[in-house]
């Protein structure tokens, strides 16, 4: 295996394990998941329960306050996209529509990857496809182990507006969309710049 794959899972595996252990860590101190249960890591990676009263499938313990007028520490479940898209749609759609889409996301993120021929001025999309390939495995594995994606980070204007909650995978997603961006302008420039240099 080339160090051009080998950074590529080495970033990817670094961006899914920080993003399932504060979910595994979310479970247990923002909500009562692990309450009476005989294997943490059982419910974890297990098959939620029915939907309660509340709407979730964990109950939710009371939000960790870090600056009360902007930001916390609050329990959520995002059976959506990224900011809640397609949250309404039936189960029976939502499913099958996001592992179709994941996959897809997977496969453009992989022949991206193998097309970098390893010049510096790839150097921005050589950390943004590993940090949105890690942040989109890392919500996938949430879809396949429970229907939804666990949410805890919460920003907010003085309780008067709100940014959805989100996650480190959807941190490295934006991070490396980012990333992504300034690549495809930096490349941009450089080829236009070339005929007028020759």
């Known amino acids: 295996m080339s160090n051009k794959w080998v950074f590529l899972a080495v970033v990817s595996v670094v961006v899914v394990v920080a993003d399932q252990w504060t979910k595994f860590v979310t ?3 923002l909500s009562y998941a692990y309450e009476g249960a005989s ?14 009263l509340s709407g979730y499938h964990f109950q939710p313990r009371a939000p960790i306050v870090v600056s009360e007028s902007f930001f916390r520490f609050r329990y959520a479940e995002n059976p959506g996209a990224a900011f809640g898209l397609f949250r309404t749609v039936p189960d029976h759609l939502r499913g099958p529509l996001f592992h179709v889409v994941s ?4 496969l453009l993120i992989l022949h991206s990857w193998r097309q970098l ?7 921005w999309a050589r950390w943004g496809l590993p940090l949105v390939f890690g942040g989109a495995l890392g919500n ?15 920003a907010h204007w003085f309780e008067q507006a709100y940014w959805p909650a989100f996650n480190v995978a959807d941190s490295a997603i934006v991070v490396g969309v980012g990333l992504l961006l300034v690549d495809s302008f930096v490349r941009k420039e450089t080829k236009a710049v070339k005929p007028a240099a020759a």
């Open 117 to 123: 021929t390893g010049v510096k001025v790839e150097r």
């Open 39 to 52: 294997s943490r890591l059982g419910v974890f990676v297990g098959a939620a329960p029915e939907q309660g």
């Open 140 to 154: 996938y594995l949430d879809r396949l182990a429970r229907g939804f994606v666990i949410d805890f980070l919460e």
């Open 103 to 106: 996959i897809g996301a997977v």
């Open 27 to 29: 479970l247990e101190r």
